[in-house]
């Protein structure tokens, strides 16, 4: 069972540059999640989507746009990355909104020189 | 909102010891989560729980919703048990989002 896939697992950009994180999911899940993890910190919700068609904000969205591309695909995308945005990223994904557990991806670890 | 609190940040326990692992947070929740962070960075969910005690094998996680607490239990903990253990709480009814505490790094030692 694959569950969440990421992709890449690592990625190095420069200041400036522009990439999309690419999640999907094989469990018919309807809500899926975008988090980072940062050194100290806890995760931290970018942005969510909790059925297909519809995206929201979460924490830490600045900078950053998602797509929710079908019911298995959820991408996040940098447009012009900052050293800030080094990270590493998290997708998951639940059977919807409510009172359920989450799965996750293995994380894209992302550093932006 | 809510801030969420683990403790301690980092333990080291022998192999077999039993080992508790505290969660407070600060405004009502609807659920608590425990979740395993491996070495190798993959996240896997343990429990989520809203009242009283659950258990699976040799982990236990009971939360008292009045004193906003929980524990995970580690019963005759192994070296596979060493991870990062993350409790999370869901604020804001059934829909609200999952708000991290920033784990506790659990070493067993053989």
């Known amino acids: 069972n694959a569950g969440v896939t990421q992709t890449p697992k690592f990625q190095v950009l420069k200041t400036g540059q522009s990439m999309t994180l690419q999640c999907a999911q094989d469990m018919n899940h309807n809500s899926m999640y975008w988090y980072r993890q940062d050194p100290g910190m806890g995760l931290r919700l970018i942005y969510y989507s909790a059925s297909e068609g519809t995206t929201d904000k979460g924490e830490v969205p600045n900078g950053y746009n998602v797509s929710r591309l079908n019911k298995r695909e959820f991408s996040l995308r940098l447009e012009s990355a900052a050293p800030s945005q080094t990270s590493v990223y998290f997708c998951?994904?639940?059977?919807?909104?409510?009172?359920?557990?989450?799965?996750f991806g293995d994380g894209t670890r992302l550093s932006i020189l | 909102k809510n801030e969420v609190e683990q403790s301690p940040q980092n333990l080291t326990a022998q192999e077999g010891e039993f080992i508790t692992i505290n969660c407070s947070y600060s405004?009502?929740?609807?659920?608590l989560h425990w979740l395993q962070q491996h070495p190798g960075g993959g996240i896997v969910s343990l429990f989520m729980?809203?009242?009283g005690k659950k258990k699976h094998g040799r982990l236990i996680a009971t939360i008292n919703i009045q004193e906003k607490h929980s524990s995970l239990h580690i019963t005759a903990s192994h070296p596979r048990d060493s991870a990062v253990y993350i409790c999370?709480?869901?604020?804001?009814?059934?829909?609200?989002?999952?708000?991290f505490g920033k784990g506790t790094k659990l070493s067993v030692k053989p």
């Open positions: 405004v009502g929740i609807s659920a």
């Open positions: 998951a994904s639940s059977w919807d909104r409510g009172n359920q557990p989450q799965h």
């Open positions: 999370a709480v869901r604020e804001g009814g059934s829909q609200g989002n999952l708000i």
């Open positions: 729980l809203s009242s």
